[in-house]
């Protein structure tokens, strides 16, 4: 069965540093999407992407997030400078046509010190 | 501010048992509604998904929606221990297809 791939499954990064988390989607899909879970806490929505743009975001998502699809296959998110509170399990997510459910990837644990 | 709501548990429920999950939400224009499972440390992964009120069945899983009173709810038949996890109710909500969780409900099923 398709899966999202997330990569890396881990990622620690001094607070101020660029992170890029990586995702690829499901091949046919058509929307994507990123989540963050803090530990402990609820699945949040960060953004979401279809047809080459953000189509919504969150309060979360301020000016230190960015979302790019480079090609025809990667989703990335980027935060320009990382702070402690950014520490967070990133899932990416997608689907194929509207209101179908989203299938999500096994998720980028963030660590930031 | 637009919510989805679940009692945390933790929910008990003896092997064999059914066991019932449920969920509300505030916005009345939601139209689709799903069930997500999570694991300690794992991501969610999508049990159950329904649009239209009434009953949807998939093998020991059965979803259902009351869109007037704003209720979702999941039962777990035949509980095994394998059924112990997080689950999470998430609605669409607003324009586009983003989905709002709620915090979950945390299931523990007792051999």
């Known amino acids: 069965e398709p899966e999202v791939t997330q990569t890396p499954s881990h990622q620690v990064t001094q607070m101020g540093q660029e992170v890029i988390l990586r995702c690829v989607p499901i091949?046919?899909?058509?929307?994507f999407y990123w989540y963050r879970q803090i530990l402990g806490q609820k699945v949040e929505f960060l953004v979401s992407f279809y047809n080459n743009e953000i189509s919504e975001k969150s309060e979360i998502f301020d000016d230190q997030f960015s979302v790019e699809r480079p090609d025809g296959s990667n989703f990335t998110l980027k935060i320009r400078s990382t702070k402690l509170e950014d520490s967070a399990m990133y899932f990416c997510?997608?689907?194929?046509?509207?209101?179908?459910?989203?299938?999500f990837g096994d998720g980028t644990r963030l660590s930031i010190l | 501010q637009k919510e989805v709501e679940q009692n945390s548990g933790p929910l008990s429920v003896p092997e064999g048992a059914i066991a019932s999950l449920n969920c509300t939400y505030s916005?009345?224009?939601?139209?689709?509604f799903f069930w997500y499972r999570q694991y300690s440390g794992k991501s969610p992964e999508l049990i159950m998904f329904i649009y239209s009120n009434g009953d949807k069945e998939d093998g020991r899983f059965t979803a259902q929606l009351n869109k007037a009173s704003q209720y979702v709810s999941l039962l777990i038949r035949d509980s095994q221990p394998s059924d112990s996890a997080t689950y999470l109710c998430?609605?669409?909500?607003?324009?586009?297809?983003?989905?709002?969780f709620g915090k979950g409900t945390r299931l523990h099923i007792l051999p």
């Open positions: 998430a609605v669409n909500m607003g324009r586009g297809d983003k989905i709002i």
């Open positions: 091949s046919n899909h058509l929307y």
């Open positions: 997510a997608s689907h194929g046509y509207s209101n179908q459910p989203q299938h």
């Open positions: 916005d009345r224009g939601s139209q689709s």
